[in-house]
């Protein structure tokens, strides 16, 4: 063999070599998300895949952890230094994860990301601080009115008319309530669920900050014992066991017909049919009702992702990762992972393909109002651009939900629950 | 005579002859004996000194649960936590969780217990079929319960409401009046079989000729409970009053999958008070402080209950 043709032989060993270092070299970006149902996990599967055969720089693996314990398991993960490339989120999450010191901001890459796409204001706002977006906006959540057209129509209400304005509600509600009927159902339970409830309701009667402007809590307010004292009166016209219920169970009673009307999230659209056995039509939705000086709101969720890597490459990958997602043609396939509780946040994301897609096809009217009601959306602590680092725990330890229960399960006057309230937060944001 | 005094001086002949022979031998087989225990010693204190050094500095400092750097603040957080007023109602609810609990479990499993030990047909299936709710894993028992339990669909309403026992169905689990007996029952449902088990193998240890001499001598069936079964079984209900008490104070799981400690803290227990104050107000320096005076309280009761609680007789004391 002539020396001409061993290094020609051991420059196509070295390069044969290479190449399969650089496959090996492929960098893996590490995504913890908090959404255990096995068909959200599966539909997340299916946009990493083509994410990871679009490209051979980057591998994405999912891993799913549970809004119960990722408290827990995120510390421990940050100071092994094994945390994830990217961590799924809602705002004030966030606020506390940032305590780490690991979270990086990501400003530019949403700025890049709205010129492209649009982003809603709601969307970015409640991640924005100190000069900072500190997670890239990936899917929104909105409350609404969600309501039985049949049962309206058999109590001799206009099932084309929902009620617009609290006294309607309440009205509707009184009407709807027979013998083993009830008008509607609002959850009672120390939980995130009653939050969210008790909150669109306080967003629709002008009681959106938790906040003033000075910083110092602002609970204890005349318009907040007003919508305390509305729940309760929602309270007595709902089942008796409302006291235990966070978000399965108004959506089962409101399919198996034992409640008339219920405020929640879009979870509600793709099993209707199904678990109730009504034909899509019967599900009517309006937004939630306003009281007489109030405006339309509603609680909004922008679900976000955090980056928390500073390895250029691994920071590259979760970009990269997170900008296909958000690609009209990817975005879709994300979104159908639970139709109609994930909405789109951007202009160009509201597609036909998403909107088209059959669970949502029967339900256009609803997927339009959701889709336009989040630009009402607000969110307790995060609607000025800048963020109360006390909002975390006042989330965490469920206070608002605490303030419904000593109305309703505790008997106690809304104005003495509030000024509770109140003093609670203030301790929060003491420490 | 003579001869047994021989055979004694043989005997000590050989225990002489014995004793620094045994006494080279002995050290030896101590010191293998050691040597083979050290990992399983040295793992123990690893899993359990560390730990509990860590939370007792944890205690110390006024660190948060997601991160920053922890400060030295002395003995502020016992300080905190024992006069802040908020630890009083969790720790006097775990002390009526885990008597409650002692009592309703201890009552039950002694029952199952005494039927157990009879003989009827399906005696077998019935000490294995007891064990179903201890065994299965505590998320079922809590859904199972929180389905049964349930005021709009549950079966438990349903009958009460079908027998005409009650007019409204009752939301167990949210209603302040009824959550905390709830969740205690729920417990107990789950943690009597064990005590059956423990109380049953005592139980066969009683000849049946004890019972039989009772009768001969006109016993009534109060008196041989008292007299004969009773005294057989204490030294295992000492034993279930210890581990149990201590089992159940620390119990979080079941009451956290059922009612998070609500409705307006009803259930909220010292290991609820715990988790919240780590958790849910990220105050991990006061939670851990909250966990070390716990185990202290534990561990005065674990001495004073050895000290002081009779653990009954032993079977030659009984007979």
Redesign the interface.
Known sequence: MSMMTMATRLGAALLATTAATGVLAQTEVTVWHQEQVQPRIDQFQKVIDAFNESQDEYEVVQQVQSWGNI??K??PA??AGIQPDIQFTIPDFTV??R???VVQPVTEFVERLDEEHGFIEQAVVPYTDDGEVWAVPVYGMIQVLWYRKDMFEAAGLDPESPPQTWDELLSAAETLTGDRTFGIGVP????LATDQVLYSFMAANKGQELFAEDGSVAFDTPDNVETLEFYRQLAELS???????TWA?PQ??LN?G?VAMAIEKGQYLSTFESASGRPASDLGCAPVPVSDDGERASIYYSNGAMIMTDDPDRRAGAEAFLAFVLEPENYAEFLLAEPGLFLPLTEDGATDAWKQAEALQPYQECVELMIEQSTYGKLPGFNRGTVEDAI??IM???LMS?VV??VV??DESPADAVAWGQQQMEE?LS? | MSTTGSSAQAANAETDAAGPKGSAVVPVRARLGRLFAAPIMIWLALTIALPLGYCIWISLTNANTMGGTPRFVGLANYVTVLTDGTVGGPFLRSLAWAIGGAIIQTLLAAGAALLLNRRFAGQHIARTWIMASWVVPTIVTAFLWRWMLNADFGVVNHVLQSLGLIGRPIDFLGDPDFAFITVTLVNAWRWFPFMTLLILAALTRVAPEYYEAARVEGATSWQVFTRVTLPFIQPVLYVVGLLGTLWSINVFDIIWLTTKGGPLDMTETMPVAIYERAFQQFRLGEASAMSVSLALFLLVFAYCFIRFVPRGATEQEVI
């Open positions: 408290y827990q995120l510390p940050v100071e506390t994860v305590d780490t010191g009672a339970s120390k939980s089942p008796s066991g409302i006291g235990s219920w169970e089962d009673a198996a034992s975390g725990p965490a330890q469920n605490q229960q000593r399960v505790g929060a420490e």
